[in-house]
């Protein structure tokens, strides 16, 4: 990584509508540069997507979320990797990780309804053939995600002049 | 009743400060966005909050030592030699203050007499005129110039020294313009400080904020120069620790100990709170290789790069700021004098910043913008200062 491309991923991590312009000026790099540099780390897929981080508790979309401890038995020559991206495919699926300690995969569901997430758990994942146990917790609140407070605003307390 | 008689007329003649009347005019505004602050965005890094946070669970609510906890002496001690090549003993060398301004204060106390002089660079922060008032002594400003990056040249400071100048004040890195001294320019003033037999208070509180690639250099580092500084740092800038009060002066026994006796009658000891959090920032700084500062300087560093090329883009003449967090960009080609550009701003874009003559006389034509702002605000404000500047470009 060079310090051009930190610097880039750091900016773009906090704001991903920042222009060429303004990146190249933060940088101190020319803009054909900047360009080149991200179009290299979306080719390589170091950047995957430009997506906003969204508090849907203040939409009126119902959504329920949990988070899905995993106990799986690991296939010969694959390990993990086929029961995850077994998992993966899912399209309540947001996430996947594998863990250490005392379960295997952690999967993050999304659905609209309690029930339907409830359906999930039971009929598709608990159903597969590697998955020994489930363990399920509800999202209640959201405070923090992604570096982002949600939960009141971060107020600036500092007064507006000073010397 | 009128109280004329119970007023001491010396510090009643002392004017305002002109960055008041800003102040209270921006505070009624309540949506600008305020390039005027003068401290990091930041908040203190929290494993320095929670030292302090420790400290009050353990009941730690004493007075420390008059010159500071020994632990954070010994911590100062080390971080100046590690940072800065100074040498300073933490038992007889080093006194923590209330900020930097408390130390400010107590040099100029502890060796003013009436009368003597103390050459001041401008512009420069608000409290070092006032305060060689409030000590008795006479501040005589060294205009520093854009055509010169506003650094001190030696003919300068030759210029305005008497038979009573006894105090240079070098404040470097410098609010508001974000000049630099750069090894070379020190040097240049280390001759005339021992031939003239001046003393140096180097206000080094931005010594952190140095950008792209170069390093501050501390006067009492120079050859010679040491017995004849008085070092001055604090936790406010390069921790985001300004509401903490922890500063610190370091120098000559013969005048830290006489610095030390107006301390404790008048304060006492800085808070010890504020001391446990400033000796963790240092503690923890040692073992990490300064991280949190890091952080903050590269981040400070792109918004400075930001600013001064948008300042740039707007036809505005902008100094390239190589400390500190301020830009301090020419308003000349508006024609308007800093105080009618930084009002009229403020009423007609809601975007704050400071008249450069709020500093001294020859910050005006300029006005200082502070770029320790959360980024997406930054660039409303530009966007508004570049309208502000288009509408106002003489034709």
Redesign the interface.
């Known amino acids: 990584m060079t310090n051009l491309e930190t610097?880039l991923l750091d900016?773009l991590k906090?704001?991903c509508r920042?222009s060429l312009e303004?990146l190249a000026?933060?940088?101190?790099a020319p803009m054909t540069e900047v360009a080149g540099v991200i179009d290299r780390l979306e080719k390589s897929r170091v950047i995957l997507r430009y997506s906003p981080v969204i508090n849907w508790d203040l939409t009126d979309r119902e959504r329920v979320e949990a988070m899905i401890e995993v106990r799986v038995t690991p296939q010969r020559d694959m390990g993990f990797d086929a029961v995850a991206r077994r998992i993966y495919r899912f399209d309540e699926v947001k996430s996947v990780y594998l863990m250490s300690g005392a379960y295997d995969l952690l999967v993050l569901v999304e659905a609209r309804t309690l029930k339907e997430l409830a359906s999930f758990v039971s009929s598709k994942l608990s159903t597969l053939e590697t998955v020994t146990g489930t363990a399920t917790s509800f999202v209640l609140k959201r405070y923090k995600e992604e570096g982002v407070i949600f939960d009141g605003e971060e107020t600036?307390r500092?007064?507006?002049?000073?010397? | 009743m009128t109280y004329d008689r119970f007023l001491n007329p010396c510090i009643v003649a002392v004017p305002p400060s002109g960055i008041r009347r800003f102040f209270d005019m921006a505070s009624l505004m309540k949506d600008a966005i305020s390039l005027g602050v003068g401290e990091p965005d930041f908040k203190t890094p929290f494993h320095i909050r929670d030292a302090a946070i420790n400290s009050l669970v353990d009941g730690d609510t004493q007075y420390t030592a008059n010159r500071g906890m020994p632990e954070l002496r010994a911590e100062i001690a080390a971080y100046l030699a590690d940072r800065f090549s100074l040498r300073y003993r933490p038992e007889d060398q080093i006194l923590v203050t209330i900020g930097a301004s408390e130390a400010i204060d107590l040099a100029l106390r502890a060796m003013l007499s009436p009368g003597d002089e103390v050459l001041v660079p401008e512009p420069s922060y608000v409290s070092y005129a006032p305060g060689v008032i409030f000590a008795g002594g006479v501040p005589v400003g060294i205009p520093t110039r854009e055509e010169q990056d506003f650094r001190l040249r030696p003919e300068d400071l030759l210029s305005v020294i008497t038979p009573r100048t006894k105090v240079l004040i070098l404040p470097y890195p410098n609010n508001p313009t974000g000049a630099i001294m750069e090894k070379q320019d020190l040097e240049a003033l280390t001759g005339i400080v021992k031939d003239r037999d001046l003393m140096v208070i180097s206000d080094e509180i931005y010594a952190e904020l140095v950008y792209d690639g170069k390093r501050h250099v501390s006067f009492a580092a120079l050859p010679g120069m040491e017995e004849r500084t008085l070092t001055i740092n604090g936790f406010s800038k390069s921790f985001a620790m300004t509401g903490w009060r922890v500063g610190y002066i370091c120098g000559a026994p013969e005048l830290i100990s006489v610095m030390n006796k107006i301390h404790q009658y008048s304060i006492m000891c800085a808070p010890r709170q504020g001391q446990i959090a400033a000796a963790e920032a240092l503690r923890a700084g040692r073992e990490n290789g300064y991280e949190d500062v890091i952080r903050m300087r590269d981040s400070y560093d792109r918004r400075r790069r930001l600013m001064v090329s948008a300042f740039r883009r707007m036809g505005l003449h902008c100094f390239e700021p190589y400390g500190a967090f301020y830009v301090f960009p020419s308003i000349s080609p508006t024609g308007l004098s800093s105080e009618e550009f930084c009002s009229r701003l403020l009423k007609e874009k809601k975007v704050a910043a400071v008249p450069g003559n709020a500093f001294g006389p020859s910050g005006e034509g300029f006005i200082r913008c502070c770029y320790a702002t959360a980024l997406d605000k930054l660039n409303i404000a530009l966007e508004r200062i570049a309208e502000f500047v288009s509408e106002n470009a003489r034709r």
């Open positions: 610097a900016l906090e704001d920042l303004k000026d933060m940088t101190g600036d500092r007064l507006v002049i000073s010397p």
